[in-house]
Each structure stands twice: as C-alpha cells, then as structure tokens.
T-cell receptor
Framework: GQQVMQIPQYQHVQEGEDFTTYCNSSTTLSNIQWYKQRPGGHPVFLIQ?????EVKKQKRLTFQFGEAKKNSSLHITATQTTDVGTYFC??????????FGQGTRLTINP | DTGVSQDPRHKITKRGQNVTFRCDPI?????LYWYRQTLGQGPEFLTYFQNEAQLEKSRLLSDRFSAERPKGSFSTLEIQRTEQGDSAMYLCASSLEGLLQETQYFGPGTRLLVL
C-alpha cells in the first residue's frame, strides 16, 4: 500500500537557524498536506499542495511539491521558539484518507 | 467554538472493558474520519464516513472496533473488550467534500489508556 516516509525524525536547532523536513511517497500523490502538532496537542492544518512543482509560502515557511508529485518539503527560515512541534506531511492518492509520514520533531535552543 | 470536538478528552479503562468515544464535526462538513495515533508516530487512518455511510475501513480496524454516524452529523467509535495495545490517541477529523482541495480539520483527540 501507499507509504509516506519523512526525514529527519528529529531536528534540534539554535533559534534563528533554518529547518527543513522532507517527505517522500512510494506512489504518486493527488495532493499533499502539511500539519503541525504541538506537544500534547492535535494536528493543525498548515497548507495543501496540489499541483506538480507547486511552491507556497506562509511568512517564514516555504512548502514545495515535487514535479513527480512524489515528494515534498517544508522549510522554515530563521526559526523561532514558537516553531517547536512535530511537522507531519500527509498524502492522498485519489482516496479520501490521509496517509501520514512519521513526522519530524523540531526542538529549538533559545 | 466551531471546530471539531471530541468527548471525552481522556479515558482510562481496564482491559476487557468497552469504551465509546464521540466526535462532533464542523457543522457543514459531510465527511468524517477516525484516526489513531501512538506515541512518536503519525496518525493512522481507521475509517471514514460520507454523510451517514461508512465508505472505507482500514485493516487496522479489528472486529472489536465499530463506528457509526447515524444521522450524518456526530459519530461514535466503540472499542469492545479493550486490550492494552488499544492505548493511543483517537483523533477525529472532518472535511467538506470538494472537487480539488479538501482539507481535514482535526479535533483535540481522545487519549485512551488501557490498564
């Protein structure tokens, strides 16, 4: 079945450094969604990418969807302590269910 | 609050007991999903409804699990004869059926601990 892999599993940075997490699917995706989950919280929707090669920005966050629609990345510029949490990518392949990656847990040294 | 709500937020039960969780989706959303999340992992799909019809069930959903959405609004997830391996966060999400972009919004989850 469809699998979504996400790396790295953990990332620790100094405040102000950049952060990137990568997502790879075993199959071509219809779209990919990114969620952020704070410790003890639930996944909160960040963005959805649909088109091949799409790039979207939200302030310091940049999201990319690969040309083949099998990979995606999230890049945070100049991290702040409020960025702490686990970032999940989740893909769909026609069906409605989301298949989540394992997440990248971001911790920040202030 | 017009988001997805779940009740209870926490449940501790003894092995062998039955438990039932409730999810109230965003009011105009016709699709409702249940996921399970264990520590350090991403949410795993369990089942989903479109209105009152249960359209897909994961192989993760054993015979002890049953979900309903009788009137196409709130949903319940029941686990019978709970096992310690059922301990997890049970997340509900809802969405509005769309042509191209369909976003799932998650509730706060019900954290289940089976002793």
């Amino acid at each position: 079945g469809q699998q979504v892999m996400q790396i790295p599993q953990y990332q620790h940075v100094q405040e102000g450094e950049d952060f990137t997490t990568y997502c790879n699917s075993s199959t071509t995706l219809s779209n990919i969604q990114w969620y952020k989950q704070r410790p003890g919280g639930h996944p909160v929707f960040l963005i959805q990418l649909v088109k091949s090669g799409e790039v979207k920005k939200q302030k310091r966050l940049t999201f990319q969807f690969g040309e083949a629609k099998k990979n995606s990345s999230l890049h945070i510029t100049a991290t702040q302590t409020t960025d702490v949490g686990t970032y999940f990518c989740a893909g769909t392949q026609g069906a409605q269910k989301l298949v989540f990656g394992q997440g990248t847990r971001l911790t920040i040294n202030p | 609050d017009t988001g997805v709500s779940q009740d209870p937020r926490h449940k501790i039960t003894k092995r062998g007991q039955n438990v039932t969780f409730r999810c109230d989706p965003i009011s105009e959303h016709n699709r409702l999903y249940w996921y399970r999340q264990t520590l350090g992992q991403g949410p795993e799909f369990l089942t989903y409804f479109q209105n009152e019809a249960q359209l897909e069930k994961s192989r993760l959903l054993s015979d002890r699990f049953s979900a309903e959405r009788p009137k196409g609004s709130f949903s319940t997830l029941e686990i019978q004869r709970t096992e310690q391996g059922d301990s997890a966060m049970y997340l509900c999400a809802s969405s509005l059926e769309g042509l191209l972009q369909e976003t799932q919004y998650f509730g706060p989850g019900t954290r289940l601990l089976v002793l």
